[in-house]
């Protein structure tokens, strides 16, 4: 079945440093990609998506390339900032259902 | 309107309660979905509702009752809970059967403490 991995967190920065954090799938098909945010006590908000191989989706800084050769979606920005800091959940739909299915999460952490 | 709005926020009931979660969206989307999401885990899926139809329960307890009385609203009512029932709702939506394209919209979550 169509599952999501990404790294243990929680990740620590200082501000301005570069943010890279890992996701892979593994899926039937042409699954559409996602990264979502959680801010403390919050909803999850769509950070970006890609839905088809080699696709960047861009937001706030924050890219990502979906790539079907090494299946991974992983996230970058180049400066982080305090206000960053939150859960981050990478998460696919495999396209046959309505199912978005979720990776374990990472906590950042950005300190000044 | 893209908002996802879910009423109310925070809900503390007794097991004895009945007391229901109230979710609504006027984006014209026709897919709708309740998850679960316990600390410091992801959101779960509940249940999905496709066009005013239940589609999917992910067999969840039937303490856990949905209701999609129209495309622009979702409830989920609840009976008799345990104390391991305590997380925080959330409610979603997307243009259904094309969810992956667009995306999924979440709502801020209601958070259930149950005592």
């Known amino acids: 079945g169509n599952s999501v991995t990404q790294m243990e967190g929680p990740v620590t920065l200082s501000e301005e440093a570069f943010l890279t954090i890992n996701c892979t799938y593994t899926a039937t098909g042409y699954p559409s990609l996602f990264w979502y945010v959680q801010y403390p006590g919050e909803g999850l908000q769509l950070l970006l998506k890609?839905?088809?191989?080699?696709d960047k989706g861009s937001n706030k800084g924050f890219e990502a390339t979906y790539r079907k050769e090494t299946t991974s979606f992983h996230l970058e920005k180049g400066s982080v900032q305090v206000s960053d800091s939150a859960v981050y959940f990478c998460a696919l739909d495999g396209g046959a259902t309505n199912k978005l299915i979720f990776g374990t999460g990472t906590l950042l952490a950005v300190q000044p | 309107d893209t908002e996802v709005t879910q009423t109310p926020k925070h809900l503390v009931m007794g097991m004895t309660n009945k007391k229901s979660l109230k979710c609504e969206q006027h984006?014209?989307?026709?897919?709708m979905y309740w998850y679960k999401q316990k600390a410091k885990k992801p959101p779960e899926l509940m249940f999905v509702y496709s066009y005013e139809k239940l589609s999917i329960n992910e067999s969840v307890p039937s303490r856990f009752s949905p209701e999609c009385p129209n495309s622009s609203l979702l409830n989920l009512h609840l009976h008799a809970l345990q104390p391991e029932d305590s997380a925080l709702y959330l409610c979603?939506?997307?243009?259904?059967?094309?969810?992956?394209?667009?995306?999924?919209?979440f709502g801020s979550g209601t958070r259930l403490t149950v005592v």
């Open positions: 979603a939506s997307s243009q259904t059967r094309t969810g992956g394209i667009y995306g999924y919209t």
């Open positions: 984006m014209g989307h026709r897919a």
């Open positions: 890609a839905t088809k191989a080699d």
